[in-house]
């Protein structure tokens, strides 16, 4: 009888099936109920689309953007409060005509939802991990451990997430200074939108946590020996992270729109920098004076990115509940 190997008896059971692995888990997905659940919501459908178009827009900036608004050289003081292309005195090389300093608003709009969204996921992405590491550690160890973390987010939750930033921001500056907070003032958004949010996941992780530790294949793997952490992370994390995606789509628009109120307020991204919050900021001090564009357009761009993750949200919070299927 002629040997074979693994890899040839992989390869038969595989052409005997009749569809690659990779087509074997395309099909679980397509046939999964979340994916007809997204189907069958037209307004979760709509929202995925526009979502997908404004990162799309966002991330490929520099290359759809008709102008660049960060090249000193291509702006022209000129051109400042230029009204949009179907008003009088436009330019057709505007399409939502430009701010203050003559920068073109659609191309600022598309460069500013960039910064929007890359401080929203960063920020989302530490608090996560921060509150997700502290929500396994409480409800495993438990006991005083816990009773330290939670009193610790029980304070935490007393203030809102806005004054929590708004103080760690202003002990940033006092310690790095006006000059050095500008070159820093992208971290030290992440910094405070993370610590203002970690609560959620860590006190949702840990009631989750304390449900499956006292589950038989946690027990087993205490009983063989293997430690604390690896049982954390391989065994009880993965039966953990349906709520946590949920709190993190959520996460995600707020952690937007307090971005855009720190730069609104001017303790967010510089000028130099703008993000949408910052824009509106500019735009607001032309509001009264007829440029209403400049704030405008802006601010419909947040209202509308907010929106579609938001929806997006709430569709995978009623996907992931089993009450609801």
Known sequence: ???VSNEEAKAAVQERAGEPAAQGRLSRILDSDMFHS???????????????ILFLLAFLAPWVAPHNPFDLASI???????PPVWMEYADPRFILGTDDQGRDLLSGIFYGMR??????FCSVIAAAVLGISLGLIAGYTGGRTDAIIMRIADV??????????LLIDGVAAGVFGSIDREVFAFYILIVS???SFWVQYARTVRGST???????????????GIPAIIIMIRHILPNVMGPVMVIATINLALAIVTEATLSFLGVGMPPTQPSLGTLIAIGNDFLYSGEWWIAIFPGL???????NVNLLGDWLRDALNPKLR
């Not at 022209?76 to 230029?82: G, T």
């Not at 910064?115 to 929203?120: K, P």
């Not at 304390?210 to 063989?224: G, T």
């Not at 761009?301 to 929106?307: G, M, N, S």
């Open 1 to 3: 009888m002629p040997y």
């Open 38 to 52: 997204f189907l069958r919501s037209k307004v979760t459908v709509v929202a995925a689309i526009g979502t997908f």
């Open 76 to 82: 022209s003081i000129l051109d400042a409060r230029v």
């Open 115 to 120: 910064i929007s969204l890359i401080v929203g």
């Open 156 to 165: 935490q939750l007393t203030f809102p997430a806005i004054l929590i930033a």
């Open 193 to 195: 939108l993370a610590l």
């Open 210 to 224: 304390m449900v499956e530790k006292n589950k038989e294949y946690v027990q087993a793997a205490r009983v063989i």
């Open 301 to 307: 761009a947040l209202a509308l990115l907010v929106l």
